[in-house]
């Protein structure tokens, strides 16, 4: 059984670009959360989609956008991008069941760096 | 609002218990607790849904007191293994909000 899968691993990019970065959930889950980390922080909540839509959202602006696709993977995409962009970016699926996040089941990561 | 845990590091020797404390200053609906080492990502470890309530999984477990809107996760006969960051998760109004970590160390 795979796991949470991101893609790419690592990026690198240029400040003012786009990007987008992939998420597959663990089998059987229906809803991807997706996360900020910066070093030797915790996780900043991005925003959670489920049912293709966003759930709740976190304190990002609206540069940070996403989608949820039928097979439920993900995508997370952010416009206009600044140094302070530059963090492991994380994608986490859950079961919702009965209501609320779930065990949420992380991904690797994406490393993103912005110069 | 994040959650607050403490301590921000402890370092223990092999056999050593330790307790990581967690408090949020809203209503909590559930409480997460996962361990990230070194370049991995987070795993779960538990989650507890409702005060009072307590779990534990060989020698990790933790506790729920909903009124004091608090977790804490007692690690006990600590193995290497069991080096990294703990971090607990709050969950209020389906919006998950991490604390800052604590970075555990064991020692031989």
């Known amino acids: 059984d795979a796991g949470v899968t991101q893609s790419p691993t690592h990026l690198i990019k240029t400040r003012g670009q786009q990007v987008t970065l992939r998420c597959s959930p663990k089998?059987?889950?229906?809803?991807v959360s997706w996360y900020q980390q910066a070093l030797g922080q915790g996780p900043q909540f991005i925003f959670q989609?489920?049912?293709?839509?966003?759930?709740q959202r976190g304190n990002f602006p609206d540069r940070f956008s996403g989608h949820q696709f039928p097979n439920y993977s993900s995508e997370l995409n952010v416009n206009a991008l600044l140094l302070g962009d530059s963090a492991l970016y994380l994608c986490?699926?859950?079961?919702?069941?009965?209501?609320?996040?779930?065990?949420?089941?992380f991904g690797p990561g994406t490393r993103l760096t912005v110069t | 609002q994040q959650p607050v845990q403490s301590p921000q590091a402890v370092i223990l020797r092999e056999g050593e218990d330790a307790v990581i404390n967690c408090s949020s200053s809203?209503?909590?609906?559930?409480v997460h607790w996962y361990r990230q080492k070194h370049g991995e990502a987070p795993v779960f470890l538990m989650i507890?849904?409702?005060?009072?309530e307590q779990k534990g999984h060989e020698k990790i477990s933790a506790s729920f007191n909903e009124k004091k809107q608090q977790s804490s996760l007692y690690l006990t006969a600590s193995q290497l293994s069991y080096s990294g960051t703990y971090f607990c998760?709050?969950?209020?109004?389906?919006?998950?909000?991490f604390g800052a970590g604590t970075r555990l160390t064991v020692k031989p």
């Open positions: 089998s059987g889950h229906d809803t």
């Open positions: 998760g709050t969950e209020i109004d389906n919006d998950m909000r």
């Open positions: 809203k209503a909590l609906y559930s």
């Open positions: 507890l849904l409702k005060g009072g």
């Open positions: 986490a699926s859950s079961f919702i069941g009965f209501g609320g996040s779930g065990e949420q089941y």
């Open positions: 989609y489920y049912e293709e839509e966003e759930r």
